[in-house]
């Protein structure tokens, strides 16, 4: 057995493993696989195995409860078959109706699952059509039961459609959404959405929805074309009536992979979703992002408007945030560049990284309809040693605020290989503003133009904090400024620090002179004397 793991990790799933395993399963037998055989996924003679194993347990009178080891082995053996796309289970009239169509169509909340047992959460389902093209299987479990949850036109309110009578009586549902009184505690309110391939999307306290999680990307930004790994099926595991979190498993599949979940969703002023997951791959895959975030940037304060629109602003994020293993902070601005960019950050064992919302104000946006200011950031909190890799950003160019552009997720430097299992952890937390990312100065604000000297470009960075508002306007602060691409690509032709009337912040303003046509990399921090201020500032400025 050869064996390369993050350390540091309790022996569950806080570790990335590579493992060549000389067959069979690991982990309890599934209580649940006599619904697996039936569905006819196991070939004849496993199933009798199991089934006969089974008995035996029930025999005995030892009920398994439902963990993730049951669907580590339906991922694990699922693996070693050819990928099956999921059958077209949606008609082709319902894939072509409208947006507003789709959108009229609402689960009744009276028909929640757990409404009316006094559960700290509810569970609402969605419909397929339009955009959701395939069902996903969907299960309870209470205790040692588990059982499936029943799709039925009747749950749901069809609104002006007049095609509720011709939709499939066992069609099954797109998703589901979970419901939990975050704001007032009499009132469910909406939490977290697991809808489309293995996007789910989350807000803590006074958030609306934004940015989507994903369970994987693979082979994103690459010219193969990239794979979008998809759940195939769910259980909710039925919470006690104090409970504070609510334990989801998942099972994914595609092409290249299959993977076993588990997510432990904790709602609050910052919704916590902890994630354990394990991977097994059917072939090789040239790049696994891990714990991807996606967002949409169209234009901000540090772009120019590429329409003509009344809104100053327009994204949903408007800035990557790393903490690396070091201690350094770094903001990157998000772009909506005229190409694909795709930026790597070297991060061994990160810290964290996230995809932020950090302009708050109304002002900044003036949209009444979407709240802009109000979407949530998210942030990726690894557990244990993740090993070598980086951080990838990915910014896709886009016409239209309807895309999301931005992707972000890790990279190992060596990742796992066909006939090895992974597993990984992380913590993910949508929040509306924390100070402890990062604690020191951040940047508020980046601008740029062609400043006032032949070829050159002009920065404009502004930085807040308490720290740097407690300083007396007449304080000597310093701009460290880095060509980080290297003094051939480009010259530093002057800078300056002041404190903004009336504020609290400070500007760093500079202007650069590019030598080559070739993206030129910065970076900049404030300090005084031998002490940092503030995150550091990085951007790339691309040719024109």
Not at 54 to 61: D, F, M, N, R
Not at 107 to 115: G, I, T
Request: charge should be positive; aromatic fraction near 12%.
């Amino acid at each position: 057995m050869r064996r390369l793991c993050f350390r540091h990790c309790p022996p569950a799933l806080d570790r990335l493993t590579r493992v060549d395993d000389k067959g069979g399963m690991f982990g309890s037998v599934p209580a649940s696989y006599a619904r697996w055989c039936r569905r006819g996924r196991l070939r004849r003679r496993t199933a009798t195995l199991l089934l006969g194993i089974l008995c035996t347990v029930v025999a005995t009178g030892s009920a398994v409860a439902f963990d993730l080891n049951d669907v580590i082995a339906r991922a694990q053996q699922l693996a070693g078959q050819e990928y099956e796309p999921p059958r077209d289970e949606v008609p082709e009239w319902l894939r072509n109706i409208s947006y507003d169509q789709w959108r009229d169509i609402r689960f009744r909340p009276d028909e929640a699952l757990w409404r009316g047992k006094k559960l700290p959460f509810q569970v609402q389902f969605f419909h397929p059509g339009l955009y959701y093209d395939r069902a996903v299987a969907i299960n309870v479990v209470d205790g040692s039961t588990v059982r499936p949850v029943e799709f039925s036109p009747s749950l749901f309110d069809y609104g002006r459609n007049d095609f509720a009578s011709k939709v499939p009586q066992r069609i099954g549902f797109a998703g589901f959404r979970i419901h939990a009184p975050i704001k007032k505690p009499n009132y469910h309110d909406e939490v977290i959405v697991f809808l489309g391939a293995s996007y789910f999307r989350a807000v803590g306290k006074d958030q609306v929805f934004g940015l989507s999680a994903r369970a994987l990307a693979v082979d994103t930004a690459l010219p193969s074309g990239e794979e979008f790994p998809s759940f195939r099926e769910f259980w909710l595991m039925t919470p006690a009536a104090k409970s504070k979190e609510l334990v989801v498993y998942a099972l994914l599949d595609s092409p290249s992979l299959t993977g076993a979940y588990r997510f432990a969703i904790i709602p609050g002023a910052q919704t916590a979703v902890a994630v354990e997951a394990r991977l097994f791959l059917r072939r090789e895959v040239q790049k696994i992002g891990f714990a991807p975030l996606t967002s949409m940037f169209f234009y901000g304060e540090n772009t120019g408007r590429p329409v003509e629109d009344f809104r100053p602003e327009v994204h949903d994020s408007d800035g990557l945030l790393l903490n690396l293993a070091t201690g350094e902070w770094l903001w990157r601005p998000l772009d909506n560049p005229k190409l694909l960019q795709v930026t790597g950050f070297r991060m061994p064992n990160p810290k964290g990284f996230g995809i932020v919302q950090r302009d708050r104000d109304l002002d900044s946006y003036q949209d009444l309809e979407t709240r802009r200011e109000r979407r949530p950031s998210a942030w990726v909190a690894p557990s244990g040693d993740w090993g070598k890799g980086r951080v990838e950003l990915v910014e896709i160019p886009t016409k239209g605020d309807t895309n999301d552009n931005i992707v972000a997720y890790w990279v190992a430097d060596a990742p796992p290989k066909p006939g090895e299992r992974a597993a990984i952890s992380y913590t993910v937390y949508w929040y509306g503003d924390d100070s402890t990312r990062s604690p020191g100065g951040r940047v508020v604000a980046t601008r740029r133009d062609r400043g006032n000297k032949e070829n050159a470009y002009r920065f404009v960075v502004d930085f807040a904090g308490k720290s740097l508002a407690a300083l007396p306007d007449t304080t000597v602060l310093r701009g460290v400024i880095t060509i980080a691409s290297g003094e051939e690509s480009a010259e530093l032709l002057d800078q300056h620090v002041v404190k903004k009337p009336g504020t609290g912040e400070w500007r760093l303003t500079f202007q650069v002179r590019p030598k080559r046509k070739e993206p030129i990399e910065l970076r900049a921090f404030l300090d005084k004397g031998d002490s940092t201020l503030t995150e550091t500032w990085s951007y790339t400025l691309q040719p024109q």
